[in-house]
Nanobody, 128 residues
Framework: QLQASGGGVVQAGGSLRLSCQASTRTGGTYAHAFGWFRQPPGKEREFVAALSASATNTAYADSVKGRCTISRDNAKSTVYLQLSNLKADDTAVYYC?????????????????????WGQGTQVTVSS
């Protein structure tokens, strides 16, 4: 249901935009709330950013706050993760995730167990 893209090799200090398209339409009863997670080499999957179904509320991990923006394009059923001033510690496989909720919901979820749908992951490598 979720197709992530946009990863690659970027120099430290550079920027990258990841995309994640949801292939399943939700209709009017439900909407997707999205999250981005990442898994650095040899580490657990960790929260990066989240966006409410209403698209009015966001949450960011402290490690990316100020360098990261999550946004969505409802017409394209796509969520984006803009990363800037990339550091070596940002190297990871990035996963998008989604959960169904009411369209007006302002809740943001940082826990990976709260998401039902996951993309296949896209590798981001930051070179120094």
């Amino acid at each position: 249901q979720l197709q992530a893209s946009g990863g690659g090799v970027v120099q430290a200090g550079g920027s990258l935009r990841l995309s994640c398209q949801a292939s399943t339409r939700t209709g009017g009863t439900y909407a997707h709330a999205f999250g981005w997670f990442r898994q650095p080499p040899g580490k657990e999957r960790e929260f990066v950013a989240a966006l409410s179904a209403s698209a009015t509320n966001t949450a960011y991990a402290d490690s990316v706050k100020g360098r990261c923006t999550i946004s969505r394009d409802n017409a394209k059923s796509t969520v984006y993760l803009q990363l800037s001033n990339l550091k070596a510690d940002d190297t990871a496989v990035y996963y998008c995730a989604a959960r169904l909720t009411a369209p007006q919901s302002t809740a943001v979820s940082t826990g990976k167990n709260l998401y039902r749908y996951w993309g296949q992951g896209t590798q981001v490598t930051v070179s120094s």
